[in-house]
């Protein structure tokens, strides 16, 4: 049978996820092999260097580099706070002394013989990372991190904003064609997580984050109005860092766009249920797509997979088209023909052929396409 590798989403009923959760420097693992833990678990912490001052004394006391050391009325590790005299010139006759004060709380970390300045590391920035998931660890790596094994309903997006959150899901819309509208979202959405249709406006999702709403799911959003949200214009899509109120996962694409019937349907069986959500999207340099992960309990039986990424489409694959013109679209493999084929563009390319949900057969450029995991 013919097969291709192409990329692809995954929309999974039941599913066994692991999630590393690393420390960015070497720190303190609060965790042990085995424990069971709650999105709010601490699993590990560190403190990361403080910003560092530079204080060029030389040129404020108007002397040689080399006789700064002398001026200092601080050594090297003393904890210092804002006003303190750092360094004191020796004036003429005990007169006429010019002062160094020090300009922020923090530590002397250097005092520099050739350049006359003075560096002050300020405080430690505390770090701590949190489970994300309800589940169990299952690896402990001491000083950097753990992995979390947990049962879970999972569904990729295709694009996200914000990072890690968690809350309730809430189906708010009666259908996965319908949008979501300002009047839609209500005072008691605080801290919820809300599943829209086809679209989400920008003043919807200004209302959802002036409730306090911990996300949104989409099936589409404008592009254009990111700018609107993030404030700059986004190129390469690397997000998760952006500091937003409710993070955004968008299931199918940017425009007006049905969400696909499974992935609503599964979302409508979890309506209530705790969720975590992350909108962290990176198509560089490593994939990274936006997900939402409904934990199950640990004895939930995985569900057989029908369609599986890593063996690649073929025939009776479920796929999703990702360009024009049959964007968005949702259709399965009916064969995919070795020989290349001449598109309107005169390209020889090769293609599928694809059977769409409502029964029409169109022929796709492989390249074209996505793969979605279900069970």
Known sequence: MAHAYTPGLKVLHATTIKKSRILPLKGEVLVNDGDLVTPETIVCSTNLPGNVQMVNVANLLNIEPAEVADMMKKSI??????????????????????KVEV????????????????????????????????????????????????????IQGIFGIGGETRGELKIVVKDRESELMPEDIKPEHKGKILVAGSYVSLAAYRK????????????????????DILGYTLGVAITGSEELTTTMVVTEGFGRINMADRTFDLLKEHD????????????????????????????????TKADDISAGVSDGSL??????PYF????????????????????????????????????????NLEMVETD
């Open 77 to 98: 590790g003393d904890v210092v706070q804002p006003g303190d005299l750092l360094a004191e010139s020796a004036g003429i006759f005990g007169m006429f002394k010019s």
């Open 103 to 154: 300009p922020t709380a923090g530590t002397i970390e250097h005092i520099s013989n050739t350049t006359g300045q003075v560096v002050i590391r300020e405080a430690p920035i505390p770090v701590q990372v949190d489970a994300y998931i309800s589940g169990r660890v299952c690896e402990v790596t001491p000083e950097e991190g753990v992995v979390i094994e947990s049962k879970a309903a999972m």
């Open 208 to 227: 959802a984050a002036s409730v306090g709403a911990a996300g949104i799911v989409t099936g589409g959003f404008d592009y254009n109005q990111l700018k």
């Open 272 to 303: 209530g249920d705790f969720a975590s959500i992350n909108g962290a999207t990176q198509i560089r340099a490593g994939v990274i797509r936006p997900e939402i992960v409904i934990t199950l309990p640990a004895d939930t039986k995985e569900s």
């Open 319 to 324: 796929v999703r088209v990702i360009r024009a």
């Open 328 to 367: 968005g679209r949702l259709g399965r493999i009916k064969s995919l023909p070795p020989e290349l084929q001449q598109m309107e563009s005169e390209t020889m390319v090769r293609i599928a052929v694809i059977e769409f949900e409502k029964g029409d057969v169109k022929t796709v450029p492989r390249a």
